[in-house]
């Protein structure tokens, strides 16, 4: 890779990371701009119907404000609704399936954690709740089942192996 191939890399590189932390001005930027836009062709169409532009203007900004308050009038409860009832299946029925098929935590579990994280943490502990219920469980796992409970001594594995000697010991003292 050549030098300026490289300086160009960077170039656009840095450029990116710059647009990336203004993207927040850049678009209230556009939006002021699309605004602008509309509201001056209203203008321009009340001039035709020979009103003052300084009244043109105050009626297009008004009128762009009613219809951007009737727009969300309209709209966002239907959404919220939606969304409310979307989060209802989706935590009542299709997140403690696929915890109970995917990660063999229990349906019960799944609500009672969301619940209770709920209530003491707010809307952070809901989203949080199963990846720490989920960590506490393979934590568990790991702790008692395979660093524990898998070192004791099975005694139906000594009593077999004593009886298997046994017998051969018997086996060899009659031959």
């Given at each position: 890779?050549?030098?300026?191939k490289f300086l160009g890399f960077v170039a656009i590189?840095?450029?990116?990371?710059?647009?990336?932390?203004?993207?927040?001005?850049l678009l209230l930027a556009f939006l002021a701009i699309a605004l602008a836009t509309v509201i001056n062709?209203?203008?321009?169409?009340?001039?035709k119907f020979k009103i003052k532009r300084g009244i043109a203007v105050t009626i297009s900004v008004i009128l762009v404000l009613a219809l951007f308050v009737g727009f969300i009038a309209i709209i966002v409860p239907s959404i919220i609704d939606?969304?409310?009832?979307?989060?209802?299946?989706?935590?009542?029925?299709l997140t403690p399936l696929v915890m109970k098929n995917q990660v063999s935590l229990l349906p019960a579990i799944t609500l009672l954690s969301q619940v209770t994280f709920a209530i003491f943490f707010g809307a952070l502990g809901l989203f949080l709740a199963l990846p720490i219920i989920i960590v506490?469980?393979?934590?568990?796992?790991?702790?008692?089942?395979?660093?524990i409970l898998?070192?004791?001594?099975?005694?139906?594995?000594?009593?077999?192996?004593?009886?298997?000697?046994?017998?051969?010991?018997?086996?060899n003292k009659y031959s």
């Open positions: 890779m050549s030098t300026g590189a840095i450029s990116l990371y710059i647009l990336w932390q203004i993207r927040q001005v062709r209203l203008v321009q169409l009340l001039q939606q969304w409310q009832q979307l989060v209802n299946i989706e935590s009542d029925i506490a469980q393979v934590w568990l796992k790991e702790l008692l089942v395979k660093d898998n070192h004791w001594e099975n005694p139906r594995q000594n009593s077999n192996s004593n009886f298997s000697d046994a017998r051969e010991n018997q086996a």
